[in-house]
């Protein structure tokens, strides 16, 4: 079973930055998307940004600008480069993973979560 292994989160002052990282357990068969999602403290969970293996990538309104997708397909990782952090990007962020695992075996896979915690 794939799993999702985050780290590089943390506590961080308003306008520093974080980059996140992500990595599958194991090799992939295909991948279709890799992407990162946020929930912030009472809110429901949100897509941040994600990247399809075309280089396509989409971005939420919130960080664009600020914040930055990436994958190395190679080791099967994915990245969230957040430059000028606000109090308000603070959330637990999950990477997700979809695509195939075996030609027959549909994945959808989450990371278990790391905090982002944006304040002086």
């Known amino acids: 079973q794939v799993q999702l292994v985050e780290s590089g989160g943390g506590l961080v002052q308003p306008g520093g930055s974080l980059r996140l990282s992500c990595a599958a357990s194991?090799?992939?068969?295909?991948?279709?998307?890799m992407g990162w999602y946020r929930r912030a403290p009472g809110k429901q969970r949100e897509l941040v940004a994600r990247?399809?293996?075309?280089?396509?990538?989409n971005v939420a309104d919130s960080v664009k600008g600020r914040f930055t997708i990436s994958t190395d397909n190679a080791k099967n990782t994915v990245y969230l480069q957040m430059n000028s952090l606000k109090p308000e990007d603070t959330a637990v962020y999950y990477c997700?993973?979809?695509?195939?695992?075996?030609?027959?075996?549909?994945?959808?896979?989450w990371g278990q979560g790391t905090p982002v915690t944006v304040s002086s």
């Open positions: 194991k090799s992939i068969f295909s991948i279709t998307v």
């Open positions: 997700n993973l979809k695509g195939f695992e075996s030609p027959a075996h549909v994945l959808d896979a």
């Open positions: 990247i399809l293996t075309t280089g396509s990538t």
